[in-house]
Nanobody, 119 residues
Framework: QVQLVESGGGLVQAGGSLRLSCVAS????????MGWFRRAPGKGREFAAA????????YIADSVKGRFTISRDNAKNTVYLEMNSLIPENTAIYYC????????????WGQGTQVTVSS
């Protein structure tokens, strides 16, 4: 399995921005599609964004479309989630995941990074 480590979370005021990073190791990074998911307090895991192995295709959840952007740098084994115009409802633990197959199955997960948006 690929190992994933997220970073970049923190406390931000509403309207602010954060960029999350996820560094992969253990397996060739470019073999995998990558995704970002989140779990808000008291709620289940929710899809946020995903990107194909080449970066040529991206998918963004409707709830964050226009505010969140996913990208990747295969030379750095890193996937990013750029989050702008944050709102308190975006408060959650954000996880990155590595996926494979068709359709993508996300089988490797990081430990998560906390994002807290204050009003």
């Amino acid at each position: 399995q690929v190992q994933l480590v997220e970073s970049g979370g923190g406390l931000v005021q509403a309207g602010g921005s954060l960029r999350l990073s996820c560094v992969a190791s253990g397996r060739p990074f470019s073999n995998y599609a990558m995704g970002w998911f989140r779990r808000a307090p008291g709620k289940g895991r929710e899809f946020a964004a995903a990107i194909s192995w080449s970066g040529g295709s991206t998918y963004i959840a409707d709830s964050v479309k226009g505010r969140f952007t996913i990208s990747r740098d295969n030379a750095k084994n890193t996937v990013y989630l750029e989050m702008n115009s944050l709102i308190p409802e975006n408060t959650a633990i954000y996880y990155c995941a590595a996926g494979s197959g068709t359709p993508w199955t996300f089988g490797s997960w990081g430990q998560g990074t906390q994002v807290t948006v204050s009003s």
